[in-house]
């Protein structure tokens, strides 16, 4: 008896997880495209065919949903650029890869992302979210810091403005979120090689 309870134990969790999952991306969708404010409870159950009192069976609310969202997305990019930092082998290298790396997140956390650049200054009024300021500035700061290291190693020039620098890829890369198509002819990898290839060598015959 036991073993029969845990057997069907389990797959009731991995359902719930599943469906949780379910919501938090139709939600991601919703906030992603019409905006966090304009998105009510009613709209992202009515959207996953549900009524909205069968959402707060998993979520108490959808600044519980955005949090997750955004906590989700942030704490794998910190992990992946802590990974790229760790196994470069130079600056320039490291800039590449953290330009892939981030190329490559839209694949899964697009609407997050979108989320991210969109609602940040809003949320972050917020006691709540406080996080996302504190992220904000810690991607900066990884970001600044293989510039300057570039630079003293000469891989940079020394004349370049690294904050300047920093918003400028921060923007090349990040804004393509509301373009991106994931089903489209180009995939990541080949944007992010465009956006190297600029980057890197410029658009002006030499």
């Known amino acids: ?3 029969t309870k845990r057997l069907s134990a389990r797959p009731a969790r991995e359902s719930g997880s599943e469906r949780r999952a379910e919501l938090l991306a139709i939600a991601g969708e919703l906030f992603a495209s019409r905006g966090f404010l304009a998105t009510t409870v009613r709209d992202i159950a009515d959207a996953a065919g549900i009524l909205s ?3 707060y069976h998993h979520f108490d609310s959808k600044e519980s949903m955005v949090d997750e969202i955004l906590r989700d997305f942030l704490d794998t990019q910190r992990r992946t650029n802590e990974r790229v930092l760790r196994e470069a082998s130079d600056p320039r290298a490291a800039i590449i890869e953290l330009i892939r790396q981030s190329f490559a997140a839209m694949q899964h956390h697009q609407a997050a992302i979108a989320i991210f ?3 940040s200054k809003y949320l972050a009024q917020f006691e709540r979210f406080g996080y996302l300021r504190q992220a904000a500035n810690e991607f900066e700061r990884t970001w600044t810091r293989v510039l300057q290291d570039g630079q ?3 891989a940079f020039r020394a004349d ?4 300047l620098a920093y ?3 921060r923007d090349m890369v990040w804004t393509t979120v509301h373009w991106y ?3 489209g002819k180009l995939t990541s990898n080949v944007i992010a090689d465009q956006y190297i290839k600029i980057l890197c060598d410029g658009i ?3």
Do not use: T
């Open 152 to 154: 003293r190693s000469g």
């Open 1 to 3: 008896m036991v073993s």
């Open 167 to 169: 918003r400028f890829i």
């Open 53 to 55: 009192g069968s959402l």
């Open 117 to 119: 650049q969109n609602e």
């Open 204 to 206: 002006v015959v030499p």
């Open 181 to 183: 198509n994931p089903r």
């Open 160 to 163: 370049l403005n690294v904050k």
